[in-house]
């Protein structure tokens, strides 16, 4: 049995939810043995050109009256529907009433008497019902009754392609009379055109049933064919996308996930043409509505988002002005000024950015150009159905949109641009990143000289910077005495720029040739001052002696421990703040352990804010260095941790 | 710390005593709140009291922001005194050693008893 048996008598037939009747094998057949089936049909079709016409000479009348499709109505005072442009089938009306109908009689030649006919109607939008001799032979779609205007009754808005049996019955005298019941979307005259006015031969056509029905498979399979590259455009759209928010690190790079969604909106708004050509979707006149305006909204209103994040300066009055832009823009297809001036407003914003891209961003150029184009192709092909046959290009079998394929072009020019920004910031980082872990290193090489000590002390030291370098810095200065110097500190801050006025305080500390720690803070109080750049430097210093004392001055930092007991020292001011400081030594008998500790000890903070705090870390005072640290960083570090113990030997 | 908020400072102003008061941690980000606030304070204010009483952090950057409002106010010389400084900071801002520069005192009334 073959498909056009299978089809006939033609009785109605639901297919998904559009309701077609009286057409013939209007299902969709498997997709290689259709393509392969339909280069023969397209063959045989050329032999058979004598068996199927054109069916010109329209009449179009807007308005809905159930006796327009009576066969002896008389039609003479309607409009002729003339093609839009030359070859182009589209039929003009005022784009605004929504039922149209349309009248034409047809002389069947006389070798086509007795045969079964179609009538092949290859494009009209949204929905119709078609009669034939006054006989309804067929619909695409649902529309309400005549004299009903209820557009929610309303269902087709494809653009599928469809043949309809035209019975014996209805051919009278030798002709047909033909009528067309069409209900179209009020206002969306743009859409009317959608993909038409490109077509040569759009008119329906009227022949024998098999050939109308092989070109109808033809034409299907040509609408595949000639959407490849929209599908490529999309599918590149959708990768940029995908690539720009695969690029995106967790709370960072904002304009990679504005740039992505935008990407993401565009290719979905795109996206709509697929069902709509190819397929059944949809079927309420509401979905499309709503699905081009929450995602052309959103991909222009992230596009102006991710402009703004390309122009930090420009970026909170771009993220405003962007609102209301985004908002009016993706009403396609009214005219009106405000949209107009809307999308003027989009290009005038693109203009901009593409400048400041451009001077900011001399790679960014394919951006510049391709955001420079985008509004206006969106004002030149999408305001009025006039303008939108503009969109449409044949290019050998295919067919070129220039909005898709410049927001294929916006894709990759952003996705580029941004994967290059990415790449390039990334290498930068990592060498930021080595060079911090070199002088993490530089700065271990330089406080680690705790081995140092003397023949009479043990010296336990732990140190933990809060990053990669850190603030605070100890000194082990055995004396040809046997004395130990030691020296904690701590520059106010952390980071690079605390690390590097520690390493100009080691530098100072080792061509220190006193060996009194009042002496030694007052000396580096003056080698600090006009450095520190508005900050301080806390320093405790301690002498043990042979014989079993300890001399102690303090600037500023945290009083020693000794035998679990802070030991009362006399404060002084931190380094680097005042001229001519001197500070006081204190000297007492050394008590174990000698403890001391940076302010990231007594200063750790738990998720609560509780501070670690002075009275724990009295308490734990006599354990060794690496059990205080672990305490504090357990606590909750924020700040460098430094704890250095000194034992007697023997 | 877990998450360090924001400093603001209101400013009350009275004859020739001014109350700065802050609110929030003070940090290296807290020059504008610290410094700035204080830079705006007219030219006859001659004693000034630092109100700390909703200061529940102070980092050494913060502690440093303080430092340099207390020896800019020595040079023009105005009389500095804070309060509301829980027992921690007491004992940190003691071993700084800001005697010299500053008194602290529990409240607000025992600090404008100080100045006045």
Not at chain 1, 562 to 581: N, S, W, Y
Request: glycine share 10%; with cysteine; hydrophobic share 45%.
């Amino acid at each position: 049995m073959t498909a056009l048996q299978r089809a006939l008598p033609g009785g109605p037939s639901q297919i998904g939810a559009v309701r077609c009747s009286g057409f013939l094998d209007y299902r969709a057949g498997a997709g290689m043995r259709r393509v392969i089936g339909v280069a023969l049909l397209a063959a045989a079709s050329l032999l058979a050109q004598d068996e199927m016409v054109e069916l010109g000479g329209w009449r179009a009348q807007e308005g809905d009256d159930a006796r327009w499709a009576a066969p002896d109505f008389d039609d003479s005072g309607w409009n002729v529907a003339a093609p839009l442009s030359a070859g182009s089938g589209a039929f003009w009306t005022s784009g605004w009433a929504p039922v149209t109908w349309y009248r034409v009689t047809y002389r069947i030649p006389s070798e086509w008497r007795g045969i079964s006919l179609a009538l092949g109607i290859w494009k009209l939008d949204d929905a119709y019902e078609v009669f034939a001799g006054g006989v309804k032979i067929g619909e695409f779609g649902t529309l309400p009754p005549p004299g009903i205007q209820d557009n929610r009754a309303v269902t087709a808005f494809s653009f599928r392609r469809v043949a309809f049996r035209i019975p014996p019955e209805a051919c009278r005298d030798g002709e047909v009379r033909i009528a067309v019941r069409r209900w179209r979307l009020p206002g969306a005259n743009s859409w009317e055109l959608y993909e038409v006015a490109p077509f040569p031969n759009q008119l329906p056509v009227i022949g024998l049933t098999g050939t109308v029905q092989r070109e109808r498979e033809i034409r299907v399979t040509r609408t595949y064919i000639r959407g490849l590259p929209g599908m490529l455009e999309l599918l590149l759209t959708f990768a940029c996308g995908g690539l720009c928010l695969a690029m995106r690190r967790r709370g960072e790079d904002t304009e990679l996930l504005w740039a992505g969604l935008a990407l993401l909106a565009l290719g979905a708004q795109t996206a709509l043409w697929l069902p709509m050509t190819l397929g059944d979707w949809p079927k309420t006149a509401l979905l499309p509505l709503a699905w081009i305006f929450l995602t052309g909204t959103a991909s222009s209103l992230f596009l102006g988002w991710f402009l703004a994040e390309m122009i930090p300066e420009w970026r909170r009055w771009i993220r405003w002005v962007s609102i209301p832009i985004a908002l009016t823009a993706s009403t396609a297809g009214i005219s009106s000024p405000l949209i107009i001036g809307s999308r003027m407003g989009l290009l005038a914003v693109a203009l901009v950015c593409a400048w400041e891209i451009w001077r900011c961003h001399r790679r960014g150029i394919a951006v510049v150009l391709a955001v420079a184009m985008k509004p206006w192709l969106q004002l030149f092909t999408g305001t009025s159905s006039g303008w939108n046959s503009l969109n449409y290009y044949s290019v050998g079998p295919f067919l070129i949109s220039l909005r898709r394929t410049s927001d294929a072009l916006i894709a990759l020019a952003i996705a580029t641009l941004l994967y290059a920004r990415v790449r390039r910031e990334r290498a930068q980082r990592q060498e930021v990143t080595r060079d911090l872990e070199a002088a993490r290193r530089v700065q271990e090489a330089l406080l680690g000289n705790a081995e140092a000590a003397s023949s009479a002390f043990a010296v336990d030291a732990v140190y933990l910077p809060a990053r990669e370098v850190g603030g605070d810095f100890y000194q082990t200065l055995p004396g040809e005495d046997g004395s130990l110097l030691v020296v904690v500190g701590d520059v106010a801050g952390k980071g690079l720029q605390a690390a590097m006025l520690v390493a100009s305080v080691i530098g100072s500390l080792r061509n220190e040739f006193s060996r009194a720690p009042g002496e030694v803070l007052a000396h580096l109080n003056r080698s600090l001052l006009g450095q520190a750049r508005g900050g301080f430097v806390t320093c405790c210093c301690a002498r043990f002696d042979p014989d079993g004392t300890v001399t102690v001055a303090n600037a500023g930092h945290l009083a020693p421990y000794a035998g679990g007991c802070e030991v009362e020292v006399e404060a002084g001011l931190p380094l680097g703040i005042a001229a001519g400081m001197e500070y006081a030594e204190v000297r007492l008998a050394m008590v174990e352990p000698f403890l001391l500790v940076s302010d990231g000890v007594v200063e750790a903070a738990s998720e609560t804010g509780e501070l670690f705090g002075f009275e724990r870390t009295r308490g734990i005072s006599g354990k060794t260095a690496g059990e205080i640290a672990a305490a504090a960083q357990a606590w909750g570090q924020n700040d460098d941790i430094t704890v250095v113990a000194v034992r007697r030997i023997g | 710390m877990s998450m360090v908020t924001p400093t603001k400072t209101k400013v009350e102003t009275s004859g020739d005593l001014a109350v700065m008061r802050f609110e929030g941690d003070i940090t290296s980000h807290s020059e504008e709140a610290v410094l700035g606030k204080y830079k705006e304070l007219g030219a006859g204010t001659a004693k000034i009291l630092l109100d700390f009483t909703k200061v529940p952090y102070l980092n050494s950057s913060g502690i440093a922001l303080v430092i340099q409002l207390l020896m800019a106010a020595s040079k023009i010389p105005q009389k500095v005194v804070c309060f509301g400084l829980s027992a921690h900071f007491v004992k940190v801002f003691t071993m700084l050693g800001l005697a010299k520069y500053t008194t602290l005192h529990p409240d607000e009334a025992a600090a404008k008893a100080a100045v006045q």
